[in-house]
């Protein structure tokens, strides 16, 4: 079985001198996945990098919590057509040449 | 060292206010911040110039320093000396030939005129802990290379990284290796840093995903009368049996002898043979005849 690395929401909030409110409001978004135990709120380690651009997001754009959902969303859908571009660079290199 | 026009940065004016002066950061850190771009060296490196302009120009002591020595920067100290033993001075300009921004978050000119400080060090910088800059790198890879897992040492930035690649990797790859980006400010964590695999190709193999694609020629009485040749793989050479008959362009699988399946050992694409049948040139008499012989036949 699989041991997943909780990273205390608080922790995380002191390190990046930010407002719980902030992880809150990205979990009613659906961009963060907070866990609860026995009335404590754990953050999931895999998701730190994600949620550290969230936060240079809104601190040093002063993007809201709609904004980084749109930006975010935008961001997949780049990532997936830059992909599909070098599959399909590769698949014509095929064709190409000779 | 070359002077830096801030203001022409931002794009405002110098006698721009400070909310003028916010309002522009904003506007091209919106554009150009390295979230919004990866992968994108030039807006990284705009990002940074932007960066720096607004440090100097948000906080009103360095911009009051930066706006008096303005392109005479590289004297701003002698000139403090000067003015407060009221004595007199006379420097020759010394010829620069640096480009200003290099990989670091600030340039020679900004660590010059104030102490190479970054953002956080002086001023209104707050004690907020940053994780570091992710790296983007490229490397080169020939497909013989990329067909066995094999050790690499990288230079980056001045930092020597051995890593272990794995046969099948594919161009345009990207693999991320975790904390070998910048470093974190304020005692945060370094970036990471992301390299792309380029996979040059000047074999004879056309590779698609996992399979190898080959053209081999073939003589035209064994294309009829059926043989056996030898063909180059990339894991040595094979014997192949080629049927009575074979027509031109004809279209073999070998299963199992393409390109490694990436991260699955012992796993391997096809590889696809497609025949090229070559007609004999410079024909004797004889055999002039006896084709003439044949077509009379059919």
């Keep these: ?98 | 060292m070359t002077f830096i026009d801030y203001y022409e940065i931002l794009g405002v004016p110098k006698t721009a206010d400070a909310e003028t002066i916010k309002a522009a950061y904003r506007k091209l850190a919106r554009k150009l911040h390295p979230d919004l771009n990866p992968n994108d060296k030039d807006a990284n490196k705009k990002f940074q110039q932007v960066n720096e302009a607004n440090e100097v120009l948000s906080d009103p002591e360095k911009r009051k320093k930066y706006d008096t020595y303005g392109k005479d920067w590289e004297h701003a100290e002698e000139f403090e000396k000067a003015k407060q033993s009221r004595g007199q001075s006379q420097h020759s300009y010394g010829q620069s030939n640096d480009s200003g921004f290099g990989n670091d978050d600030f340039s020679e000119f900004f660590s010059s005129m104030f102490g190479g400080s970054g953002p956080g060090s002086q001023g209104r910088g707050s004690q907020v802990k940053y994780r570091g800059q992710d790296y983007q790198a490229e490397l080169k890879l020939h497909l013989e290379a990329a067909y066995s897992t094999h050790q690499q040492t990288l230079t980056v930035n001045g930092k020597n990284i051995r890593i272990t690649i794995p046969a099948g990797v594919e161009n345009g790859q990207v693999i991320k290796l975790k904390g070998h980006g910048g470093p974190g400010r304020n005692g945060g964590p370094s970036g990471d840093l992301f390299i792309t695999f380029v996979i040059e190709n000047n074999t004879i193999y056309k590779r698609s995903g996992d399979d190898l694609h080959l053209t081999a020629g073939l003589d035209l009485y064994t294309a009829l009368l059926g043989g056996e040749i030898t063909v180059d793989t990339l894991g040595g050479k094979i014997k192949l049996k080629v049927k009575p008959e074979t027509q031109n362009g004809t279209k073999t699988r070998l299963k199992g002898k393409g390109f490694p399946v990436y991260k699955k050992e012992g796993q391997f694409g096809d590889l696809y043979i497609t025949y090229s049948i070559k007609l004999p040139t410079n024909l004797t008499e004889q055999q002039k005849e006896l084709f003439k012989q044949l077509s009379e036949l059919s």
């Design chain 1, 1 to 98: 079985m699989k041991t997943a690395e909780l990273i205390p929401a608080q922790t995380f909030c002191i390190h990046h001198n930010i407002e719980f409110a902030f992880i809150d409001s990205l979990q009613r978004f659906g961009l963060v996945e907070i866990i609860t135990e026995e009335e404590a709120t754990y953050l999931p380690e895999s998701c730190i990098p994600q949620l550290e651009q969230y936060v240079r997001l809104n601190k040093e754009l002063d993007i809201n919590m709609e904004g980084i959902d749109a930006i975010i969303h935008l961001l997949q859908r780049i990532k997936k057509m830059q992909d599909e571009i070098v599959g399909l660079k590769n698949r014509l290199s095929m064709y190409e040449g000779g």
